[in-house]
């Protein structure tokens, strides 16, 4: 039996870690070994006398924590109607062990102008941060819930309808929320040895759950069709005769915050007239007759003029002339 005695005594503690572990956002690996072990030592007869405690081994727990972030730079545009228009989140494991994430979206949430209709959760299971249609993977709940180790994380997609009577400028959101699958709850929660590495598990701060949203806007454009004539008639006059020239204006004006895909106008000669070549104008300046590289022609009768895609806020005018017969 050794005793500790005199001024000189000192007690040092010491850890070591009986595992390596490497450094991760959550602290300690969960399941790590901590052995510590102390020393006492005193000024003997003979000089230093050190005398070493017991051993205490702890083994780490694990922290269940996780964070869903939005990773969409701003709102998703979309027009009405459309269908699997995708937002997109990154789920992290901020705990300390592997743990499997069960996923969850809703909406049908306030503070917003419409609710979205989700129809998917997609997991980005060729981890290229895009939405690949048929290649990545539907999350099925309970069936693949992504397994992460700790720091890692996944994107995951949400896939939502628009719903056809969304106005412009409107905005929808949606959420997607993940749940640790060991259990979540208020922080400091206990799941007695169900961490890994045979520890407990504990709910972290996060509480093991978490949720994150993003917006759809909506993107729509209108066009207002207006056609109005212009009539000289071979007099100086304004009467419509035989020989009198219409000149036809066709004005689209496009409205609204989104794009008009592949715009066009045509426009039959009426009857009882007959077109006067070369008189075929987009914004002024001349279209050729023939079906060639510009954007009109005349065929069939009719003349047509493709404006192709225009935005909210810009106006197409094509003009032709027809001559009363
Ligand atoms: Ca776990
Ligand atoms: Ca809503
Ligand atoms: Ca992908
Ligand atoms: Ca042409």
Do not use: W
């Amino acid at each position: 039996m050794q005793h500790i005695s005199g001024v000189g005594a000192r007690i040092i503690a010491g850890a070591a870690l009986g595992l390596a572990s490497p450094a991760i956002a959550g602290g300690t690996t969960a399941g790590t070994r901590i052995d510590n072990q102390a020393t006492a030592s005193y000024d003997g007869p003979g000089g230093t006398v050190t005398v070493p405690s017991n051993t205490v081994s702890l083994t780490v727990d694990e922290l269940l924590d996780v964070t869903v972030v939005s990773a969409d730079p701003g709102d998703v545009q979309a027009i009405p109607g459309s269908a699997d228009r995708v937002l997109t989140f990154t789920v992290t494991n901020t705990g300390n062990g592997d743990e499997a994430f069960g996923l969850a979206s809703a909406g049908t949430l306030g503070g917003d102008d419409f609710d979205p209709a989700v129809t998917a959760i997609v997991l980005d299971s060729n981890g290229n941060g895009a939405y690949d249609a048929g290649v990545d993977t539907v999350y099925v709940a309970g069936g693949n819930d992504p397994l992460l180790a700790p720091d890692a994380s996944v994107t995951v997609f949400l896939l939502s309808t628009i719903p056809g009577g969304a106005g412009d400028g409107h905005r929808g959101r949606a959420q997607l929320s993940a749940e640790a699958s060991t259990g979540s709850g208020a922080p400091g929660a206990s799941f007695a040895g169900q961490g890994q590495g045979g520890g407990n598990a504990i709910v972290g701060a996060t509480g093991a759950d978490a949720d994150a949203s993003g917006f759809y806007a909506v993107s729509a454009a209108t066009v207002g069709f207006v056609k109005s004539a212009t009539v000289a008639d071979p007099f100086g006059g304004t009467s419509a005769v035989p020989g009198s020239v219409i000149t036809y204006s066709l004005v689209a004006t496009v409205s609204g915050t989104g794009t008009l895909g592949n715009l066009a106008i045509a426009d039959a000669i009426p009857a009882g007239s007959s077109y006067r070549p070369g008189t075929l104008t987009l914004q002024g300046a001349a279209l050729t007759d023939a079906a060639d590289g510009d954007a009109g022609e005349l065929a069939s009768g009719a003349i047509a003029v493709r404006l192709g895609n225009v935005a909210g806020g810009q106006v197409r005018t094509v003009t032709f002339q027809v001559q009363v017969d």
